[in-house]
């Protein structure tokens, strides 16, 4: 186990593969370690965050679980960026909106107005408990057409409360990674791809097969800019979207730091939110 940054307790393992251990560190404050008096005290002005990610094929190279995991490293940073309590975090949610991906062995997934009715329902949950603002962030590309829809119709049900602020947010979507290395050779993020393929080379490389012979596969979704409906194997015979090949876990390391600070800024701003103004 990785030693304790300074102003941690003891961090929860959320969950295991086999012999592969994801720990969040407690810095804020998880809402599985609480009882419920406590999270209630919690509210209104805590932001509870939910991430939300997949279990779904990664390639040839990658395991099922890499969304997940790789989630649950952005948040561990992100944790002990923040001020102490300053934020809830909920369960990671493993399960995604994954249909495209069911061609492939290993992959789950919630059908997608099923997971649009459970976002919804968490953020119910939430409001139920008091909180005013809630934050899905997510780290699963299928997850982002959904998830926006959950937060769209969540508006739509709670439209005289001008209190709430409800978000979807991906954490990909928070930097520009390359501007800062110059040598990744993607300029997005694709699947089981140089930038994925280099975090999970970073945290757990024991578990990335071979990536030089893996051929790049071009991340364009087609007749853009209009978006095309597709299924992975319609782009993909190996099951990854980039350039795998060209990963690193230098990469990675630098990957996770952006993301994680990217991340932590956003959060702030969410605790400084005035709880009326539309962006601030």
């Not at 899905?136 to 001008?162: C, I, T």
């Not at 050779?185 to 699947?191: L, S, T």
């Not at 060209?246 to 630098?254: D, N, R, T, V």
């Not at 730091?257 to 709880?275: H, I, K, N, P, Q």
Request: aromatic fraction near 10%; include cysteine; hydrophobic fraction near 40%.
């Amino acid at each position: 186990m990785p030693s304790l940054p300074v102003g941690c307790r003891p961090p929860l393992r959320v969950f295991d593969f086999d012999q592969t251990s994801i720990w969040l560190f407690t810095r804020t404050v998880n809402l599985t370690d609480l009882s419920w008096q406590r999270i209630a005290a919690l509210a209104p002005d805590t932001p509870i965050v939910f991430p939300i990610a997949a279990i779904e094929q990664h390639g040839l190279h990658l395991p099922v679980a890499t969304d997940s995991m790789l989630l649950a490293e952005v948040v561990r940073r992100t944790n002990v960026l923040l001020p102490i309590e300053s934020v809830l975090f909920g369960p990671l949610q493993w399960l995604g909106n994954s249909d495209h991906h069911l061609h492939f062995a290993g992959t789950l997934s919630a059908e997608p107005r099923g997971y649009i009715d459970m976002l919804n329902r968490m953020i119910d949950n939430a409001v139920q408990h008091g909180f005013r603002r809630i934050v899905f962030l997510n780290g699963h590309g299928g997850n982002d057409v959904p998830g926006r829809q959950a937060v769209f119709e969540a508006r739509q049900r709670y439209r005289s409360r001008k209190d709430l602020l409800l978000l979807f947010t991906t954490y990909w979507d928070h930097a520009k990674p390359w501007f800062t290395r110059d040598d990744l050779v993607q300029r997005y993020m694709g699947h089981a791809c140089e930038w994925e393929t280099s975090m999970i080379q970073a945290i757990h490389p024991e578990l990335v097969g071979d990536i030089d012979e893996l051929e790049d596969v071009a991340a364009g979704f087609g007749f853009e800019p209009a978006y095309r409906g597709w299924i992975t194997d319609d782009r993909t015979v190996a099951g990854h979207i980039g350039c795998p090949r060209h990963a690193s876990p230098e990469k990675g390391e630098h990957l996770f730091t952006v993301y994680a600070d990217s991340v932590a800024e956003f959060l702030r701003r969410v605790c400084d939110w005035d709880g009326q103004s539309f962006d601030r």
